[in-house]
């Protein structure tokens, strides 16, 4: 049974930091796409950043420079480091697992959502000004 349990969400003033850690079991991330998305209420799902079984990465517009995602191998465990936080960036944030997709040139990720197979339940992110 593949589970992934987020956590780190809370609740933080406009430019302090949070990080958020998705634990996964009964799935490798190793060679996976693994990302984080977030939902605000009212708003559709979005693709806040991926990262492939390279370390490559894809980062939203609205977070690049601010927030970063790694990928602990040993652990199972993705994080999504956050800082400079803006009211805009309150959401539920959800960790993501899938297949890598398959091109000529190797192996990659996109930040849609389509594409991803398993869900952790969610981290709530509120961020105040």
């Known amino acids: 049974q593949v589970q992934l349990v987020e956590s780190g969400g809370g609740s933080v003033q406009a430019g302090g930091s949070l990080r958020l850690s998705c634990a996964a079991s009964g799935y490798t991330i190793r060679n996976s796409c693994v990302g984080w998305f977030r939902q605000a209420p009212g708003k559709q799902r979005e693709g806040v950043a991926v990262?492939?079984?390279?370390?490559?990465?894809s980062y939203a517009d609205s977070v690049k420079g601010r927030f970063t995602i790694s990928r602990d191998n040993a652990k199972n465990t993705l994080y999504l480091q956050m800082n400079g936080l803006k009211p805009e960036d309150t959401a539920m944030y959800y960790c993501a697992a899938g297949p890598l997709i398959w091109a000529d040139s190797g192996g990659y990720c996109l930040r849609d959502d389509s594409f991803y197979t398993y869900w952790g339940q969610g981290t709530q992110v509120t961020v105040s000004s």
């Open positions: 990262i492939d079984s390279d370390g490559k990465t």
